[in-house]
């Protein structure tokens, strides 16, 4: 690797564990498309570590000075295939107070030199905290940190538990970048004298203010040297665990964390099977562009995932996401699936079993899922029964138009899973109603003799909850999510090693959101969209020259703030980044968007 004061060459690198190389988004090509990008940095000598950062709204924190600790320290070297690191956690009780209202997971890394991006995740009593990708350093450096919030953990935060955190890692001569890393976990307490749980516990509104009572982990047991995610391989893969819930919980939540690698990391963009075979195309990864994460509980389908396209901070074009990086890429949004309505079936203190599988899945998928329990403290055991639960099949269809490396084609794919159910507790007999469904759109092109691909992906992924008794509702929780996804990628094969190739991708994550505990009702909306464009030319699977710039604006609208930041970056460098936080009027209705979806029980 030759420097000079002037041209320092930086690499980076797409990837995510595995295979160091595997295609990006032309598929026909052979298989390349792991670039490392070298390109021209600034000079070593006097240059500040660059900043990298996630754009999302601050984490709204009460006004008191929380009591920290640091729960580990560790330099994340030749880790690959390794056990996770683990520590020991001790809960805060030396902090001078106990009333704590907020938890915040701060995850704090520096890393210099040549390295990957790496998935990531942090696992409490092998209960998963945090999801996250690595950012690509520059031989200058850089750092970053995320910050989430896991107050919705706090039962398990309150015992000893075994910390794991793995992040699979190569170092050797030519990728030296090492990450450093520090977890700190900040507590803070209440403005009032009560703690999380509230003054008023016996109220059954008010506990669904409250983090769950225990918290069931569905992951894998140490020792493994890997993740203690599964590893979903193939659509016919499935991943289970058995539990049983103590027979007192009358509220369960599932937490389902998912992310997707190597053959399925741009599954959105994966050609279907007709096209690769008439082609005899080969390494490229087919079943099309659909994927949706299903979960069963004893055979039955309780929900369906149709994931955020995350893009990971290698992903496309490496150079776009510097220092701005993509949408959820520090922090993997994780989704639930409301078990309430199914507690009848498993408070008979039996076994039971949670499968987890991926629809068309390529290898390789990390899925793993927390049962957030609430216990009633009154009694010990308590009834309930599922009046009803509709889980209709997948409903897909995918039109292929092509001749040769070019053609059109279109994948629609719609599913919906409800379920009513009541639990009867010294809180009362309540009823709770779930309904999750999708619709997911997405429209792909392949034009210029396959060398021109365009994506355009549409998901609106609903839940609804309403919990009631007789007639009085408790609590009830609608969410509208729009994941948008465009890209185009187009590539000019310069035949001696090198190619030249342009991108161009928008990502869009809003959510709508509504609830509604006892007659204190909130409701947000987050409307959050990337635009970014690249170029570069590579040879050899290096990046010799090229630019990424990326736009974002993310506005957030709730009930107790709103947040708006406006920012741009190019070529590693901010061009504007505006910071307000006054509210964008008009939030829209949940029918104005599709959400016509009704509780008709
Ligand atoms: C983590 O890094 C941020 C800046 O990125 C800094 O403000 C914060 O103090 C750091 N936290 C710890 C615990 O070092
Ligand atoms: C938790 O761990 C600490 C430190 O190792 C130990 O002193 C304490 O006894 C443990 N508490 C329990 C409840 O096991
Ligand atoms: C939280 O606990 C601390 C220490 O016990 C106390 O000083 C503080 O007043 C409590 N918060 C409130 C607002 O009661
Ligand atoms: C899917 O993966 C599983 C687990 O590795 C393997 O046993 C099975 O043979 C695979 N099935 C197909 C169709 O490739
Ligand atoms: C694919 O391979 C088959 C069998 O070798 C051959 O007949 C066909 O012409 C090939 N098609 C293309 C597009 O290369
Ligand atoms: C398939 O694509 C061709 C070329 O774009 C177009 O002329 C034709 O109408 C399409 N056929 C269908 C069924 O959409
Ligand atoms: C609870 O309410 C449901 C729905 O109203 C009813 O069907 C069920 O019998 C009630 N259960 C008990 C134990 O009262
Ligand atoms: C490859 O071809 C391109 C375009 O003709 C040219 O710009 C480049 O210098 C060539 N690279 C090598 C390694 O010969
Ligand atoms: C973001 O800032 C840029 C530059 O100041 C401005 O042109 C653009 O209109 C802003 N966008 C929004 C949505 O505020
Ligand atoms: C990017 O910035 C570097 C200096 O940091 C400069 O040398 C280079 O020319 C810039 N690239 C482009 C394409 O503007």
């Not at 984490?59 to 030749?78: A, E, M, R, V, W």
């Amino acid at each position: 690797m030759g420097s000079s004061v002037f041209a320092v060459l930086l690499f980076v690198f797409l990837l995510l564990l595995h295979q160091p190389l595997f295609s990006t988004a032309n598929f026909h090509q052979t298989s390349l498309r792991r670039p490392e990008a070298v390109s021209k940095d600034a000079p070593l000598k006097d240059t500040p570590p660059t900043l990298y950062f996630e754009v999302t709204k601050p984490i709204k924190l009460p006004n008191t000075k929380p009591c920290s600790y640091k729960i580990l320290q560790h330099d994340f070297g030749y880790t690959y295939s390794k056990p996770p690191v683990l520590a020991n956690y001790t809960p805060p009780s030396h902090c001078p107070f106990q009333n704590f209202s907020k938890i915040v997971l701060e995850w704090n890394a520096t890393c210099k030199g040549r390295q990957y991006d790496r998935i990531f995740g942090v696992w409490l009593g092998g209960v998963e905290l945090l999801r996250s990708c690595t950012a690509e350093p520059r031989a200058a450096g850089i750092v970053w940190s995320v910050e989430k919030d896991i107050t919705r953990y706090y039962s398990l935060l309150m015992k000893n538990q075994t910390l794991a955190v793995y992040l699979g890692n190569v170092v050797d001569s030519t990728y030296t970048g090492v990450y450093h890393v520090r977890i700190t976990i900040h507590f803070y307490p209440s403005e009032e004298e009560l703690n999380i749980y509230g003054s008023n516990s016996d109220n059954s509104a008010s506990r669904y203010h409250s983090p769950a009572d225990l918290i069931l982990p569905f992951s894998r047991n140490l020792p493994l040297n890997d993740g203690l995610w599964f590893e979903i391989e193939n659509f016919t893969d499935v991943a289970s665990k058995e539990f049983s819930v103590p027979q007192n919980a009358y509220r369960a939540l599932l937490e389902v964390y998912v992310s997707f690698h190597e053959n399925d990391e741009f599954w959105y963009g994966n050609l279907p099977n007709d096209y690769i075979e008439a082609n005899n195309l080969t390494d490229t990864p087919g079943n099309g562009p659909f994927r949706e994460v299903v979960v069963t509980l004893d055979g039955e389908v309780v929900g369906a995932i149709s994931p955020f396209t995350v893009v990971y901070t290698g992903g496309i074009n490496p150079l776009l996401w510097r220092p701005i990086t993509g949408i959820g890429s520090f922090n993997l949004p994780s989704y639930n699936i409301e078990i309430t309505p199914f507690l009848g079936m498993i408070l008979d203190g039996k076994d039971h079993v949670f499968r987890f599988s991926v629809t068309n899945a390529l290898n390789v998928w990390y899925v793993d899922a927390n049962l957030h329990l609430w216990l009633d403290k009154k009694s010990t055991k308590i009834e309930g029964e599922l009046l009803k639960h509709i889980s209709l099949p997948l409903a897909l269809s995918e039109v292929s138009n092509f001749t040769g490396l070019d053609g059109s084609f279109l994948t629609d794919a719609r599913r919906s899973v409800s379920s009513s159910g009541w639990v009867k507790s010294s809180l009362g007999n309540i009823t709770t109603n779930w309904i999750q469904n999708f619709h997911y759109s997405n429209s792909m092109q392949m034009e210029s003799n396959g060398n021109l691909q365009i994506v355009n992906q549409i998901i609106h992924f609903n839940d609804i909850v309403e919990a009631k008794m007789s007639s009085s509702s408790i609590y009830s929780t609608k969410s509208h999510k729009k994941f948008t996804f465009y890209f185009s990628y187009e590539e000019l094969d310069q035949g001696n090693g090198t190619y030249f190739s342009q991108e161009k991708v928008t990502l869009g994550f809003n959510e709508r959101d509504s609830t509604a505990i006892g007659l204190e009702l909130s409701k947000s909306s987050l409307k959050n969209v990337q635009n970014a464009q690249g170029h570069m030319a590579v040879k050899n699977n290096l990046v010799v020259s090229g630019l990424g710039s990326t736009q974002q604006v993310y506005k957030y609208d709730g009930s107790h703030f709103c947040y708006v930041r406006n920012v741009s970056s190019s070529n590693y460098t901010m061009l504007y980044d505006e910071v307000g936080n006054t509210c964008y009027g008009q939030r829209q209705s949940y029918t104005d968007l599709g959400l016509s979806t009704q509780l008709a029980w």
